[in-house]
């Protein structure tokens, strides 16, 4: 990629001119008044209301839903791309009280909402309009045994932005600020993250041992900021009678303890099939015993070190897309032609990639950090895969639409695997081939295997922080105890690698998110297999409109028409054999070209 490259950034003027703009004090005053008005139209009442006159009040409450969601949203995508910037902080934080104090008039809805009787809201649900918002109902009602008094769930609200929200803030403040210095050059995180992708092994190492100095640094402020989000975590799960630290994000996903109990243990069984033998592969190919532990997302020495413009790279991802379905491509077309993501890398820009979808009724934005590596183009895929799953659920309404983290990543995982299947099937040399689908096992890995070891480290700190803080030394113990686990004896896991667990921000801003992705990962594995077997008929519309639903259904009834059922024991395990499966091509591929 050439760095006189014009990469595309995003125009937020869909949501707000500026942080300036007067709609913006316009729509806090309209929330603030709203909420007032909702409280005193409907606290008390509920109970009584006809299905008209609730009807109207699921409207009232999705209109103030879409002015909190859209201040809110602009706010952290304006903040995400300047976090140097005192005033787009400053903004984001007020923004962020004020919606927070303009909200507590709305704490009693959801309480009293819980109060009705199961006939009444049979009773509403009769009328067909109201019969729309079933899944919001659904969601809300299954909260009811863990809901708190109006008192209690209103000074929760209120301390959320000085504890939880604070918190995270700070972590995220600090971790955009990091300097990180290789022979005499600066990089940001986002940068210095990329040159352990390099093909140079003394650049490799130079960069993960100064991203483990910068950690280790800074350890003892990350030590304490994680056992602060751990603490008041547990606060709030003793107060609302969650039995484990996992069990209400497990509520929010739909899924149950047990269930992901056992995807996580079903994994840890292959960590030997899946992970320890590809880095036994990846040792070989490197010319050494043991890899580094930076060495695991290594090119390969014998693979073209080819650099990807970014119109390339959208080309490459719009022809899987359309290879697939003509309507997805034509879905992902628009992310492009109306410039709704952002993707150079820059100073102040915090790191990573992702999709924000503020309005479940208007279009999302993609956020990058392009440098044009071949992981660069499948994370492309990934996050334009989640732009398209919005795209497919924007007449779902805005109180009915939620994520479940869960199928949220099989949208953008199913996406990756549809560009890498789509560039292998071009590739006519073995070695290209076997370069290929090493990456893909590599990154296969990250997400099915390594989220896995990242959810057992936040399990184990988490059980740790009941009885007292956990210290910078233990926390660094449970890291290396989890990886070394994962990654296998042909991975050297030391010093180097020591503190780089405070750079997973995960476990600061989404407690217990890690495990969806390897969830949604072996989800999409199944999933593909059945396309591949070709005994679905019309396999892409149904999974279009499997898309359309998953916040609506249960994960039963949107998977039937796929015959998968991720409720069983083996579900877990064939959604593993496609990754050995790709292990065994790469072992046969290796002795063919006798590397």
Known sequence: MSKKENLPAWNLSDLYQSIKDPAIAKDLESYRKGALSFARKYKGKIAGLSAKDFLALLKAEEKLSKISARLSGFAYLNMSTQMKNPEAMAFYQNTSEKLTEYAKPLVFFSLELNSVPETKIKEWLQDKQVAFYKPFLKRVRKYKKYELSEAEEEILLLKAVTSSEAWVRLYEETSSRLVYTVDGKNYNDAEITKLTLDKDAKLRHKAGAEINRVAKENAPFFTFVYNMVMKDKAIEDEKRGFKKPISARNLAEDVSDASVEALAETVRANYKNIAHRFYKLKAKWLGVKKISYWDRNAPLPFSADYHYSWDEAVKIVLKGYNEFSPKLGKIA???????????????????????????????????LNFVGKQNDVLTLAHELGHGCHHQLRMKNGELNEHSRMTT??????????????DMLKSLDDDKAKLCLIASKVNDMINTAIRQIAFHFFETRSHDERKNGEVSEQRLCEIWLEEMQASLGNYVDVGE????????????????????????????????????????????????????????????????????????????????????????????????????
């Open 333 to 367: 077309k628009d992310f492009f032609d109306y410039g709704w993501i952002d993707v150079p890398p820059r100073d102040g820009k915090r790191s990573g990639a992702y999709c924000s979808g503020p309005l479940a009724s208007e279009h999302p934005y993609l956020f």
């Open 408 to 421: 949220e990543e099989l949208a953008s995982v199913f996406a990756e695997m549809l560009v890498f299947q």
């Open 496 to 595: 180097d690698c020591r503190y780089i667990w405070s750079q997973v921000g995960h476990f600061f801003f989404l407690p217990f998110y890690v495990y969806a992705y390897s969830y949604a990962d072996c989800l999409v594995n199944s999933l593909y297999q059945v396309k591949l077997e070709g005994k679905v008929k019309d396999f892409a519309d149904k999974y279009l409109a499997l898309l359309s639903k998953t916040a609506l259904e249960d994960y039963e009834k949107i998977f039937k028409p796929f015959g998968l059922n991720p409720n069983e024991a083996t579900f877990w395990q064939k959604g593993l054999n496609l990754i050995s499966s790709y292990i065994d091509e790469l072992e046969r591929l290796d002795k063919k070209l006798k590397l």
